[in-house]
């Protein structure tokens, strides 16, 4: 098994938010988590509120860059990452 594959399966050995935080943080930067947590949020405007990109941008203090490449994500039909996590989230 390669370290990516590895790497998915330690997220699924998790238990709880706390777990997922204490492994994030032992992980990642915590400008990487902002990283991610603002895409994430990029990812939820532009799912729910369907702002224009340079206003995400300004909001979220993205760069249009960033919106746009999380767009793309958003309407693509590869992997569906987003989608899944946002449609979970809501419920």
Known sequence: MDNEKK???AFLTLKSTKEVENFL???????ELRDF???LEIARLLACEE???REIAEKTGASLTTV???AK???S???NGYKIVLKRLNK
Do not use: E, G, I, M
């Not at 943080?25 to 400008?31: F, N, Q, S, V």
């Open 7 to 9: 790497l998915y399966r």
């Open 25 to 31: 943080k032992d992980l990642c930067t915590a400008a």
């Open 37 to 39: 947590a603002d895409r």
């Open 51 to 53: 702002l224009p990109y």
């Open 68 to 70: 746009t490449r999380v």
């Open 73 to 75: 994500f958003l309407k």
């Open 77 to 79: 039909r590869s992997n």
